[in-house]
């Protein structure tokens, strides 16, 4: 299977849409999880609210990532963003880190059914990556999941450890409940 990965674009809504079918994603997200303020219940977010919310960053140009296509067909998408827009971050504490302001991160992947297991996050990251390199950002990260047991696709939306170590990520951070991977570019 052939990967074609792109930047998303304002116009890239329709395929996001698309992609994201009417759960968003994964119970509602929208990718909008980490962007919540710490006032804010997700309970009250999720679905309409926080579709609302992306398609308004999308469309805007104010959220970045990628998407993956097999042919005309959209099959993944990777988010990436100044961490400080993920408000969400900063409050765990596994995750804090003094530089914020600094750095970029790639919290999210959303691969079809029927797609996963296939390199698409891998494509996504690659990508990813390189357009970060590109637009002279110096600190990326990622945080994967811990996989101490085998866990459904859903619960993987942040990638693996493997995934990140294979772009040349290190772990800086491995405490108990997540761990936080960082590229430097010299």
Known sequence: MKITTVDVTPDSWKYIEELFGSN???GGCWCMSWRIAKDEKWDRIK?????KR???LITSGKAHGALA?????VIGWCSFDK???YLKLDRAPSLKCDDAENVWSIPCFFI????????VAAALLKHSVKTLKQQGIKIVEGYPVKLDKELPAAFVWTGTLSLFE?????VVTNKKGKQRVRKVFS
């Open 24 to 26: 968003g994603a994964c």
């Open 83 to 85: 961490r400080i827009d």
């Open 69 to 73: 296509f097999s042919g005309d067909e």
């Open 47 to 51: 679905g309409t609210e926080a579709k």
């Open 112 to 119: 079809k059914k029927g797609f996963r297991g296939k390199g």
């Open 54 to 56: 992306f398609k308004k």
């Open 166 to 170: 294979k772009e040349g990520f290190e």
